[in-house]
């Protein structure tokens, strides 16, 4: 049922080998949906900080899922479409498989023994999306470990051809709960993902463009693919870069 849906929207990227199980739908609120027979879509995930659904019935219809709500192809890490105003639509990173993408290489952050206890946060997205909090499950809890706990944390970003007068922000782990009530709340995924491209954005200055392999790729077509804890209050991104996006400059 799913793929039959699917096929009907231009460039959505399904190819001959994509399953149904393949596919899941990841929604604003943090919740993840995977085909269920020939009932809809039914919750097989939720965000930590949601509250508990107990035996929720399926999605028949695909139309009813909330704006910014997007579709992956999960296996090869592809984002197909994703929910507007407008209905679904294909998305930009159409046909993106990691295999497709260029890493750029940065220079290791050190600072004493990296920590164990902190998981990568995975994202697959581009800055474009990132700079508005548009992500996989943007509501749902950014990190977990010792970084749930301290207040401050720095974003090392250590790029090709990178100024070294650019002092990076310290910047807040947790949030203030609406109004200013009660303890307050970790950083999202949504939210890191806009912290990471302040940052880079703050580095790349008016020209907005990092200059990699010969070419210029404006920050918007940057992908930030993870983030990783790199020491105590320090994390680094993953950056990579989708070669037809890239302006020559030869």
Same mark, same amino acid.
């Given at each position: %049922?799913?793929?039959?849906?699917?096929?009907?929207?231009?460039?959505?990227?399904?190819?001959?080998?994509?399953?149904?199980?393949?596919?899941?739908?990841?929604?604003?609120?943090?919740?993840?949906?995977?085909?269920?027979?020939?009932?809809?879509?039914?919750?097989?995930?939720?965000?930590?900080?949601?509250?508990?659904?107990?035996?929720?019935?399926?999605?028949?219809?695909?139309?009813?899922?909330? *704006?910014?709500?997007?579709?992956?192809? *999960?296996?090869?890490?592809?984002?197909?479409?994703?929910?507007?105003?407008?209905?679904?639509?294909?998305?930009?990173?159409?046909?993106?498989?990691?295999?497709?993408?260029?890493?750029?290489?940065?220079?290791?952050?050190?600072?004493?023994?990296?920590?164990?206890?902190?998981?990568?946060?995975?994202?697959?997205?581009? %800055?474009?999306?990132?700079?508005?909090?548009?992500?996989?499950?943007?509501?749902?809890?950014?990190?977990?470990?010792?970084?749930?706990?301290?207040?401050?944390?720095?974003?090392?970003?250590?790029?090709?051809?990178?100024?070294?007068?650019?002092?990076?922000?310290?910047?807040?782990?947790?949030?203030?709960?609406?109004?200013?009530?009660?303890?307050?709340?970790?950083?999202?995924?949504?939210?890191?993902?806009?912290?990471?491209?302040?940052?880079?954005?703050?580095?790349?200055?008016?020209?907005?463009?990092?200059?990699?392999?010969?070419?210029?790729?404006?920050?918007?077509?940057?992908?930030?693919?993870?983030?990783?804890?790199?020491?105590?209050?320090?994390?680094?991104?993953?950056?990579?870069?989708?070669?037809?996006?890239?302006?020559?400059?030869?």
């Amino acid at each position: %049922m799913s793929l039959t849906w699917l096929a009907k929207i231009p460039g959505a990227g399904v190819s001959h080998s994509t399953s149904a199980d393949d596919i899941a739908i990841y929604t604003p609120t943090g919740c993840a949906f995977k085909v269920d027979g020939h009932n809809g879509w039914r919750l097989v995930a939720q965000a930590s900080n949601s509250e508990p659904q107990t035996q929720p019935a399926p999605v028949v219809d695909p139309e009813s899922f909330r *704006v910014r709500s997007v579709m992956f192809d *999960v296996p090869r890490n592809i984002l197909l479409c994703h929910k507007t105003l407008r209905g679904w639509i294909a998305a930009d990173e159409t046909h993106l498989a990691l295999e497709d993408v260029v890493y750029i290489s940065q220079q290791p952050y050190k600072h004493g023994t990296p920590p164990n206890d902190v998981s990568p946060v995975r994202f697959y997205s581009r %800055m474009c999306h990132a700079k508005v909090g548009f992500c996989p499950f943007p509501d749902d809890n950014a990190f977990d470990g010792h970084l749930r706990e301290i207040e401050k944390f720095t974003i090392r970003v250590l790029l090709p051809g990178q100024p070294a007068t650019h002092k990076p922000t310290q910047r807040n782990l947790h949030r203030q709960r609406e109004r200013g009530r009660g303890q307050k709340l970790p950083i999202t995924r949504g939210r890191l993902a806009f912290e990471i491209y302040e940052e880079i954005n703050e580095i790349l200055g008016p020209s907005g463009l990092l200059h990699v392999d010969g070419q210029d790729v404006p920050l918007d077509d940057l992908f930030l693919l993870d983030v990783r804890c790199v020491s105590k209050g320090s994390v680094q991104p993953t950056l990579a870069y989708l070669p037809r996006l890239a302006l020559s400059t030869s």
